[in-house]
């Protein structure tokens, strides 16, 4: 069982260039999201969906755009990358709101 | 606004003995409550929930207490191990909103 699975887990890229955090669950789970996370601080909402073909904006939604056609993937893409958007990535999911999240290992980017 | 904090950035323990990590939250209709373990370089691993019709609930060597009166949240880990390092998050939402809010996160570290 894999879980919840994220690529790439490292990423550089410069400032302006655009790309695709991918993100894809196995559990069938309803409920995804993906979260921002800077040094020494919790857990930012980007955007979030409670299933296929529904998607809407966390605290901090500026920058990033996402879709959900399948149950299993959730992307989220990097219009124009900036280095405020340095970062680490995480995406989770979970059956609902209420019961327990499952995390991804996170993606780690730098835009320079 | 709605938030969820925490008292203390890092708590330091010995081995063995009992560990309480507190955390405050400022939503008088928040009715859910998670804990999280976050290892370095890893995505946040869920520990235990509460529900708001609850006081306390226990799982294997911890607990969470809950004090609806003061809002406030607590973790208790029971004989603290190596192991047990790392950032613990608390987190909460409510009837209606479609979304988790994180504290900023507690650092615990485990002396041998």
């Known amino acids: 069982n894999a879980g919840v699975t994220q690529t790439p887990k490292f990423q550089v890229l410069k400032t302006g260039q655009s790309m695709t955090l991918q993100c894809a669950q196995d559990m069938n789970h309803e409920y ?3 979260y921002r996370q800077d040094p020494g601080m919790g857990l930012r909402l980007i955007h979030y969906s409670v299933g296929a073909g529904i998607t809407d904006q966390g605290e901090v939604p500026n920058g990033y755009n996402v879709s959900r056609s399948t149950t299993e993937d959730f992307p989220l893409r990097l219009l124009s990358a900036a280095p405020s958007q340095t970062s680490v ?4 999911s979970s059956q609902t709101l209420y019961t327990e999240a499952f995390f991804g290992q996170g993606t780690r980017l730098t835009v320079v | 606004g709605e938030s969820v904090g925490l008292h203390l950035p890092t708590l330091s323990v010995q081995e063995g003995d009992n ?13 859910y ?11 946040p691993q869920f520990i235990i929930d509460i529900r ?21 949240l607590s973790l208790q880990i029971a004989a603290t191990q190596p192991g047990d390092s790392a950032v613990y998050f608390c987190a909460e939402t409510s009837t209606g909103r479609r979304a988790l809010t994180f ?4 650092r615990l570290q485990v002396q041998p």
Do not use: P
């Not at chain 2, 504290?103 to 507690?106: A, L």
């Open chain 1, 32 to 34: 995804m999201s993906w």
């Open chain 1, 89 to 92: 990535y995480f995406c989770a």
């Open chain 2, 19 to 31: 560990s309480i990590i507190n955390c405050a939250y400022s939503n008088s209709a928040s009715d």
């Open chain 2, 33 to 43: 409550f998670i804990w999280y373990k976050q290892e370095s370089g890893k995505g």
């Open chain 2, 52 to 72: 708001s019709n609850m006081d306390k609930r226990q799982g294997q060597r911890v607990t969470v207490l809950l004090n609806k009166t003061v809002k406030h």
């Open chain 2, 103 to 106: 504290g900023s996160g507690t």
